[in-house]
Structures are given as structure tokens and as C-alpha cells.
């Protein structure tokens, strides 16, 4: 199970920390992956990250601005975001999964329900 939060209105240029808690089996050889889905569009990979090690992956968009991390001891993903853009807005979720660096959704299986992150001009 996965359950994002830290969603929110920011105003451009802002930040925000979304948080994805995972919880169930034991996913030492996952990779975990943020998505967003921006109104009237499809969904888009974010980033990704692989669970046993420190590779990580961005989309374009956001290289730069975004940042994608990983706490062990509570299960826990992190998505830093910065800089942010009224583009940005989107409902953002999480996914596990286990091939890196996993671009496309067919490349997870679980997904959490997602947060919405709105950012005014």
C-alpha cells in the first residue's frame, strides 16, 4: 500500500515536499516513482528512484528543480519540488515498481491514490 501526502497551493516559484509511505511486502529490489497527472492531459513520469541503491532518474521537465529521495528506516519516498510552475499543477502519485528507470505506468503495479498539487501564477 501506498499513500502519498504533502500536496498543496503554492504559488510559483514555491516549494513543496510530497511523502509516499509504503508499507506491505518487503520491496528491496523495487523502484519506487513519482507520476503526475496535469488536467486534461495524460499521465507523466516524474522521477524514479531504485530502493537498494542511489540511482535515480527525472523527466526533462523537471531535471533540475525536482528531487527524488528515499528514507529507509520509515518505508518512505520523498519528492522535493522547487521552483515550481503553474505547468506543475497536477495530481501527483506514487508507484512501485521493479524495472529502472521505469518512464512508462505499465511499469508498476501498485499505486497510491495520489495528492493534488496546485500552483497559481
Known amino acids: 500500500q501506498l499513500v502519498e501526502s504533502g500536496g498543496g497551493l503554492v504559488q510559483t516559484g514555491g516549494s513543496l515536499r510530497l511523502s509516499c509511505a509504503a508499507s506491505?511486502?518487503?520491496?528491496?529490489?523495487?523502484?519506487m516513482g513519482w507520476f503526475r497527472h496535469p488536467p486534461g492531459k495524460e499521465r507523466e513520469f516524474v522521477a524514479s528512484i531504485r530502493w537498494s541503491r542511489d540511482s535515480t532518474y527525472y523527466a526533462d521537465s523537471v531535471k533540475g528543480r525536482f528531487s527524488i529521495s528515499k528514507d529507509k528506516s520509515v518505508n518512505t519516498v520523498f519528492l522535493q519540488m522547487t521552483n515550481l510552475k503553474p505547468e506543475d499543477t497536477a495530481v501527483y502519485f506514487c508507484a512501485k515498481g521493479s524495472t529502472f528507470p521505469g518512464t512508462v505506468p505499465q511499469a508498476y503495479t501498485i499505486w497510491g491514490r495520489g495528492t493534488q498539487v496546485t500552483v497559481s501564477s
Open positions: 506491505g511486502r518487503p520491496f528491496s529490489s523495487s523502484v
